[in-house]
């Protein structure tokens, strides 16, 4: 719950792969809150106040998953949000802003995104979305200890320019401070 705040505020691409994580905690807890109090929660949080926050935030977010018979898959509807922000972002700095750093960020990462998208028949899934999973796979990778090619590696750092350029855009569009007429 304080990551996630924390990340809103400072790295959008950062709180939507946690997200997806909190998600994937849910669904391998099988949505029962006592079992992600004691898992999750408790090993974590020692104030009680805290405890009863985190139980309310999983609980709201168990409820909506249920709600959306997203218990195999899917977003949350407050990630969904995000994710059509980023794409509209996107989108507006390749077509409207024409934004020179985050166009080479993109054609850098685009081989890696479209390869990506033919590896997990994702194809439905816009380029932004894509490259957050890429990323979020890299997490699982490493919290499962397993081992990254040279090439996979290269990928993912192409990957993580071009989110970190989107989320740096994504804060200042937040501020008011994006000027989105043409560079």
């Known amino acids: 719950m304080l990551v996630a705040k924390r990340t809103k505020e400072t790295n959008i691409a950062e709180h939507v792969i946690y997200m997806f ?3 994937d905690l ?3 807890n099988n949505f029962d809150l006592e079992t992600i109090t004691h898992q ?3 090993p974590q949080v020692q104030d009680d106040a805290l405890i009863e926050e985190y139980k309310l935030w999983y609980t709201g977010f168990i409820k909506e ?3 959306r018979k997203l218990e195999e898959k899917g977003h949350l509807q407050e990630v969904e ?6 794409l509209m972002l996107h989108n507006t700095l390749l077509n409207i802003v024409q934004d020179k750093e985050y166009a080479e960020a993109y054609e850098s990462a685009l081989p890696a995104i479209k390869e990506l998208q ?3 028949n994702s194809s439905n899934l816009n380029v932004v979305e894509v490259a957050l999973n890429a990323m979020y796979g890299k997490l699982l990778l490493k919290l499962k200890k397993q081992p990254i090619s040279k090439s ?3 990928a993912f750092s192409q990957i993580a320019k071009m989110l970190a350029n989107l989320a740096l855009s994504y804060n200042k569009m937040r501020k008011g401070e994006l000027n989105f007429t043409k560079n």
């Not at 949000?81 to 980023?86: A, G, S």
Request: net charge negative; proline share 0%; hydrophobic share 50%.
């Open 152 to 154: 996979s590696e290269e």
């Open 40 to 42: 999750i929660i408790l």
């Open 81 to 86: 949000e995000v994710l059509m922000e980023l």
């Open 65 to 67: 998953m249920k709600n």
């Open 26 to 28: 849910i669904r391998a």
């Open 21 to 23: 994580q909190i998600e």
């Open 118 to 120: 033919f590896k997990s």
